[in-house]
Structures are given as C-alpha cells and as structure tokens.
C-alpha cells in the first residue's frame, strides 16, 4: 500500500477504508473520505480494491460532497438537507455546474418537485444557461424552475408541428415557478387555438453577383451616315450609385448591354447604328444591322485598333499602319450584333446553338 503523503496516520487510512467497505455513516462522508484517502496517495484503483467502491463512483460522490458542502454553506431547507444526505449523489453530481447561490436553490426545487437525476441534469443546464443573461426574459424570474421554463417557452417558438408545441408547453407549464413565467407559456398555449394570423410573403430579393449582370447604359450618337460634329454633342455618362443610375436628358436615345469587361473599361462610350456596309471589313452576319460602340476618350493611334475619324464631314471606322495624318475621333472598342434568330425547322441552326 503507497506511503501516507498528506499528514494521515496509517491508522487514520484503515479506518476510513474500513468505513467505506462496511458502508457506515452516509454518502456525504463517503465522498469525502474517497477524497482524503486520494490525497495520501492512494489511487481509485487501489481504493476499489480495498473498498468496492468503483473509480466512476468515487469520482461522483466525491463531487456531489463538495456540491453538498457548498450549498450547505449557503442555506438549504432542512428537509431538503436530509434528504440529500440519505439519497442523490446523482443529482447533487450535476450541481456542479452552477455556482453555490444556485446550487442551494436549484436543490431545494428539485426535492420540492421529486426530480430524478435526469431532471436534475436538465434544471442544471438550463440554469447554467439562463445565468448568463444580464437580466431574466419578461416573465420569468430568476429562478431554476423558470429557467427550465423559458427552455420550453423558447423551443415551442421553434417548433412548428401542433402535437409537439402542445407536448412542449406541458412540459413548461410542469417546470415553471412562478405565476408570471406560467402566464407566458399559457400565451402560447392560448395562440394555439387562435385562428391562424396570415404572414406576408418573402420579398422577391435578388442580388447581383457578376459584374455582366449591371448593364452599361450607352448614348445613341444616331445612324449610319452620321457627321462627324455630331459626336461633340453626344453627352458624357454620368453613372451614379451603386446601380449605376444615368439621370440625363439626350434626344438621341439610349442604349444597354451587359457588363462586359470591355465595355466597362470604356471611359466614354457612345454608340452609333450601322449596318455591316459601314465597316471596313466584310463580317458574316445574318442581320444586316449592327452597333458600333466608340470610346471617344482614346484619340491616339495604335496598330492593333480601329478608329473612328472624319472623312469629308462624315464619320468613318478605319485602320492605319502608320500614325493617320488626319485627328483620330475616337477609337472603335465593339460591334455588336443582334441575338441570332433560330429557325425550329431547321436542325443545323439549333446543333449550332447547342455546339
């Protein structure tokens, strides 16, 4: 047998396995003896060998006596004192959570209500829970008894099934304290038989996620042939917010596209209608009608774009090889074409669309 480490005479160690093994005094004691004999050394093995008392349960009494002795230091009813010196380790046990105000309270409620270890488990919890608010819900006190009550209260909220909601306002109606936490749950019990409230719809919300789904808003400058002059008087966009709201007047008209990239990038964009005669190269296109969008910001040449310039008063879309010897207007940033008609009589077209 290990060594005695805690001023405990050898003596002193026998008597109070021998206590233990006889099952003397009460639980209370056997709690603390379990404790005193763990400190000489001696394990939870070595103890339920010499006692019969298992580690689980030593480990349970040791607890509930300290829950004991702390709800004693507080005030307990004396008849709830008694009891729980004969009977419920087990319920003391899960005590351990709450502090040693509630503890004394919580144990006079479960002896008061006859609660079971199970209960007590459930009470702790709710409690526990309920302690962490800076002040109780409307209606309910602090109190265990209404801290298990507002459990209830909160998950008929929750439940939408009839027979559940009515299983679960019993169960808080059992549980509550006090009159004013009662009143609450039988509110619920009451909105039961009340003819059903109808609710308003979900509002039809939708978010725009991909930058093509904000469109970009395009002055008209007009159609093909068009004067060069007219695009000085084409307005500038004034986009504004975060749906890009134009608030121009233009008697031109205006015209939207998706987000594209390179249409975003455009920092003054105008479009001009045309047909695909108006282009300097020949495109395959079963609509004859097209849009030509010019960003009039950019006016200096490069050789990998087109560019929009005055020829003989006129507005032309052309290419250079060499910086042009006339002023560049603006550059040609997109043509666009109308959506493809599609003939359901014809399956080459929909295996077109399809591929």
Same mark, same amino acid.
């Given at each position: ?97 709450? +502090?040693?105000?509630?503890? $004394? %309270? *919580? ?5 008061? #209500?006859?609660?079971?270890?199970? =209960? ?112 000085? +008087?084409?307005?500038?966009? $004034? %986009? *504004? ?5 134009? #608030?121009?007047?233009?008697?031109? =008209? ?102």
């Amino acid at each position: 047998m290990t060594e005695s480490t805690d001023n405990q005479t050898p003596m002193d160690t026998e008597a109070l396995l021998l206590m233990l093994r006889r099952k003397e005094s009460n639980w209370v004691e056997w709690g603390k003896a379990c404790q005193k004999l763990q400190k000489t050394g001696l394990n939870p093995q070595e103890i339920f060998e010499a006692t019969g008392f298992e580690p689980i349960q030593q480990n349970q009494i040791i607890v509930a006596s300290q829950v004991f002795d702390s709800m004693m230091s507080v005030g307990i009813a004396p008849a709830t004192q008694t009891h729980y010196q004969r009977v419920g380790s087990d319920s003391l046990y899960e005590l351990r959570i709450l +502090s040693q105000e509630d503890r $004394a %309270a *919580t144990a006079d409620y479960l002896f008061n #209500r006859n609660i079971d270890s199970e =209960g007590s488990k459930e009470v702790a919890k709710a409690f526990k829970e309920f302690s962490y608010m800076r002040q109780p819900p409307e209606g309910f006190t602090h109190h265990p008894g209404d801290a298990v009550a507002y459990q209830y209260w909160r998950y008929v909220k929750q439940q939408a099934d009839l027979t559940e909601k009515t299983r679960l306002i019993a169960r808080g109606l059992m549980f509550a304290h006090s009159q004013s936490a009662r009143n609450q749950i039988e509110k619920l019990l009451l909105a039961l038989s009340a003819p059903a409230q109808r609710t308003a719809p979900a509002l039809p919300i939708y978010r725009l996620e991909a930058d093509e789904q904000m469109p970009r808003t395009i002055p008209v400058a007009g159609t093909f042939p068009i004067a060069s002059s007219i695009l000085a +008087s084409v307005p500038r966009i $004034a %986009a *504004t917010g975060s749906f890009q709201i134009v #608030r121009q007047n233009w008697e031109g =008209g205006w015209v939207s596209f998706p987000g594209w990239g390179v249409l975003c990038k455009a920092e003054d964009p105008i479009a001009v209608i045309g047909e695909r005669g108006n282009l300097p190269m020949k495109i395959s296109n079963e609509s004859p009608e097209t849009i030509v969008i010019l960003d009039r910001n950019v006016t200096e040449w490069n050789e990998f774009n087109y560019f929009a310039i005055d020829r003989d008063g006129q507005l032309a879309i052309e290419w250079f090889d060499s910086p042009p010897s006339v002023p560049i207007l603006a550059q040609l940033v997109l043509v666009i074409h109308p959506k493809r008609p599609i003939d359901p009589d014809n399956p080459k077209d929909l295996w077109e669309l399809e591929d």
